[in-house]
């Protein structure tokens, strides 16, 4: 019997940049440090402070832009994506949405389908990759008794590489090869 729905898997992945400091500013970009002890007028969108674009978290997402077969724009630009989140202090979050640095990529996976026929090669097609700024975090209070929400700033404006696949998986298995082969 055919099974009436085909699943149809597009996935949009977020990777943080192992940077030493924010995408566009001096803080340090390093997990576990005291909350809202990284930030600073930049990072938190403060009147007067102009973003400068971390060198590094751009050359590392060159590379994975090529790693990933991607066609990289002459032209690039950076957008505002407005929104309001507790822990997004400037309300916008700086992102390369209208037109990314690269795009129209592929990633080759091998799926597992058949253990006795051994892998099978798939193409999965990349829509974009481009950087954009991490948002902070909210902590909430786990226990139950409906105790305070506390915001940690020091994520924000960590340098993140989003990369965004067309729907060319079929199955958890090509999904769970294609995040493990990112």
Excluded at 19 to 47: D, S
Excluded at 85 to 90: E, H, M, R
Excluded at 103 to 114: C, M, S, Y
Excluded at 135 to 143: C, I, L, N, Q
């Amino acid at each position: 019997m055919t099974e009436p729905y085909t699943m149809v898997v597009g996935l949009e992945v977020h990777v943080q940049l192992l940077t030493r400091t924010k995408l566009f500013c001096g803080c340090k970009n390093q997990f576990g440090q005291p909350p809202n002890t990284a930030t600073c007028p930049v990072c938190l969108g403060l009147p007067g402070s102009l973003p400068v674009m971390n060198r590094t978290a751009f050359r590392l997402a060159l590379r994975a832009a090529l790693a990933l077969n991607c066609q990289v724009a002459g032209f690039t630009k950076w957008d505002r994506k407005n929104y309001y989140y507790p822990d997004l202090p400037k309300n916008y979050q700086i992102s390369q949405y209208d037109l990314p640095f690269s795009q129209k990529g592929f990633l080759e996976i091998n799926v597992h389908p058949d253990p006795k026929k051994g892998y099978t090669p798939k193409r999965v097609g990349i829509i974009r990759v481009h950087l954009e700024e991490d948002a902070g975090k909210s902590v909430h209070d786990e226990t139950g008794r409906g105790g305070d929400t506390r915001v940690d700033l020091n994520r924000t404006g960590t340098p993140l590489l989003e990369i965004v696949s067309e729907p060319d998986m079929n199955s958890a298995d090509e999904a769970v090869a294609y995040l493990e082969e990112i």
